[in-house]
């Protein structure tokens, strides 16, 4: 009923930048909090960074002053600006978004993953 779909990965080279974009879609009725998590193999996903319904946010210590993230409530989109990218920024981005459909409902929503690999 709730999708998330991410766009804007791909490979770039160190100090280059990304523009990653994560549209819900669905039985909407509000959303939250949206954010960007990365997950490294066998762990659990980490929060990147956080933005509130209200433009509050915070960043993980790594990424503060380099990525930015913003919503547009209008379309139900989170995006995520990176800057000066490093090639320890390699990972899968997943998008997150707190969620209340219009059947009532409060769950978390998770994009399918978009691959950024930073690279010469």
């Known amino acids: 009923q709730v999708q998330l779909v991410e766009s804007g990965g791909g490979l770039v080279q160190p100090g280059g930048s990304l523009r990653l974009s994560c549209a819900a879609s669905?039985?909407?009725?509000?959303?939250?909090?949206m954010g960007w998590y990365l997950q490294a193999p066998g762990k659990q996903r980490e929060l990147v960074a956080a933005i509130t319904s209200g433009g509050s946010t915070n960043y993980a210590d790594s990424v503060k002053g380099r990525f930015t993230i913003s919503r547009d409530n209008a379309k139900n989109t989170v995006y995520l600006q990176m800057n000066s990218l490093k090639p320890e920024d390699t990972a899968v981005y997943y998008c997150n978004a707190d969620i209340r459909t219009r059947f009532g409902f409060m769950s978390q929503y998770w994009g399918q993953g978009t691959q950024v690999t930073v690279s010469s």
């Open positions: 669905g039985s909407i009725f509000s959303i939250n909090s």
